[in-house]
């Protein structure tokens, strides 16, 4: 069984950063690919960084590229995301999910206010 728990958010400043952490079982972590995604309040859930599972291959969404940057360590089952240079808009709860599963974790909240 897929399971997936976010840890890592918090409230910080506008310019700030934060590293969420996303342990997962239940699977051959090595294989998959990972995703982040968020979703702010009254808005839909959005993609925003996938590493595939190998070479190291990234993606991310237009409005954080340059500042988010997606990581894996396949030793510790864990997909990461620093964040960096975070702003307002930023701010949403934050999930990740592993590429061809349905399920999801709990999600960590992030908020980015001064």
């Known amino acids: 069984q897929v399971q997936l728990v976010e840890s890592g958010g918090g409230l910080v400043q506008p310019g700030g950063s934060l590293r969420l952490a996303c342990a997962a079982s239940?699977?051959?972590?090595?294989?998959?690919?990972m995703s982040w995604y968020r979703q702010a309040p009254g808005k839909e859930r959005e993609s925003v960084a996938t590493?595939?599972?190998?070479?190291?291959?990234?993606n991310y969404a237009n409005s954080v590229r340059g500042r988010f940057t997606i990581s894996r360590d396949n030793a510790k089952n864990t997909v990461y995301l620093q964040m960096n240079s975070l702003k307002p808009e930023d701010t949403a709860m934050y999930y990740c999910?592993?590429?061809?599963?349905?399920?999801w974790g709990q999600g960590t909240q992030v908020t980015v206010s001064s």
């Open positions: 999910k592993v590429v061809g599963f349905s399920n």
């Open positions: 239940g699977f051959t972590f090595s294989n998959y690919a």
């Open positions: 590493i595939r599972n190998v070479g190291g291959f990234t």
